[in-house]
């Protein structure tokens, strides 16, 4: 089991209030890793939103390679965090080299390029520096993308973000996902571990996908660039939300119908029967069979959680105006946002798709019994 723990706020805040609520939520996860996702981000990086920041680990040849291949794209390091831990690793955590993010000003040709096309280089490039250091893991690339940091390491969370010095201003942010355990089903691979990220998007998962072999075949085959990798079965997920968005120019309200779309017989009074019956044949290889806790956050800073129709895994959301958060269990809300109304409190059942907006107002339920809102 694992445990997962987002937050989203008005202001930038400290990664160590979602590592601290993935302590408190220590008996669901077996410390045995943890992957945090923050975007929104504060201090120098949050002066530099159109620079893309590269996040990953480095050996000294992998520095090197990466030194050539900006040079070769036209970036310069504008800003860089590096960290390259001198003290011995923790118990179980393998040594590695440096820890590094650093924002690039990008190359006058590729500014001059449409946002669709510089997107796509974007992707391009840390699936380049991916493959470059495979074979020696030399290079370890987790995003490359602008206002994101993500960080990956085996171990147990607190020890990490001890260790790595997370407390820092510099990876305060505004939205934090957080997950608190490796891949314990196979071989230990940092790419398999939650939270996942393609273009702006990412998620994380609790709870097994049994579809995943289909669901793979399916997006692979249909030429975006990125979808590839899948040493997680819960990878998909990330993707899944990037075709609902991207390719089918849907809104996050929709992401339910296409995961877990809606029995014929619960369609056939629905005010948006047809539609939805078309999203239901069209994306029909997409359809989970759980049990997932999916929590999510869309390039606008939306943040948001569903569950399977199976509903096996816990989550609830809570928080007031200004601050909210995603967890697994309450302690982890409690642990974040002590002073709140937990009367609001907010447990997402099979239908439900819950929604806190960039403004961190409020939390906004959308079920799929309801009308879909959608563009025209």
């Not at 500014?111 to 096309?117: I, Q, V, Y």
């Not at 990037?242 to 056939?268: C, M, S, W």
């Not at 447990?347 to 809102?373: F, N």
Request: with cysteine.
């Amino acid at each position: 089991m694992c445990r997962l723990f987002a937050l989203t706020s008005q202001e930038p805040v400290s990664p160590m209030l979602a590592v601290n609520a993935l302590n408190v939520m220590k008996e669901g996860h077996d410390g045995s890793g943890v992957g945090l996702f923050m975007s929104g981000l504060g201090g120098p990086f949050g002066q530099m939103p159109d620079c893309p920041i590269l996040s990953g680990i480095f050996t000294e040849k992998g520095l090197r390679l990466l030194d050539e291949y900006a040079m070769s794209k036209g970036f310069l390091a504008k800003h860089t965090v590096a960290v390259t831990p001198k003290n011995d690793p923790p118990a179980g955590t393998p040594r590695r080299g440096t820890y590094l993010a650093r924002a690039y000003e990008p190359s006058a040709q590729w500014k001059d390029l449409p946002k669709d096309k510089r997107e796509a280089a974007l992707v391009q490039a840390r699936l380049d520096l991916r493959h470059m250091g495979a074979d020696n893991e030399d290079v370890k690339v987790f995003s490359f993308w602008p206002d994101t940091v993500m960080i990956k390491e085996v171990g147990d969370p607190v020890t990490i973000a001890a260790y790595l010095g997370l407390g820092r201003e510099e990876f305060f942010a505004k939205r934090i996902l957080a997950q608190g355990r490796q891949n314990t089903n196979y071989a230990i691979n940092l790419y398999a571990c939650h939270p996942f990220f393609i273009q702006g998007i990412s998620t994380m998962t609790n709870g097994e996908n049994t579809a995943f072999v289909p669901i793979r075949e399916y997006l692979l085959s249909r030429g975006v660039i990125g979808y590839e990798g899948y040493q997680s079965d819960s990878e998909v997920f990330t993707h899944i939300l990037h075709f609902t968005l991207n390719r089918l120019g849907l809104g996050i309200e929709a992401y339910k119908h296409v995961i877990t779309p809606l029995a014929d017989q619960e369609l056939e009074n629905h005010p948006d029967r047809a539609f939805l019956s078309n999203i239901k044949n069209v994306c029909r290889k997409l359809t989970i069979d759980g049990p997932n806790c999916v929590i999510g956050c869309t390039p606008d800073g939306s943040m948001f959680m569903v569950q399977d129709r199976k509903k096996l895994r816990p989550g609830v959301v809570g928080g007031r105006p200004g601050i909210f958060a995603f967890s697994s269990e309450i302690c982890g809300l409690n642990e974040a946002i002590p002073e709140r109304d937990r009367s609001k409190d907010f447990q997402p059942m099979y239908l439900d798709t819950a929604i806190v907006g960039p403004d961190c107002r409020e939390v906004k339920i959308c079920r799929q019994s309801q009308s879909l809102l959608r563009p025209h």
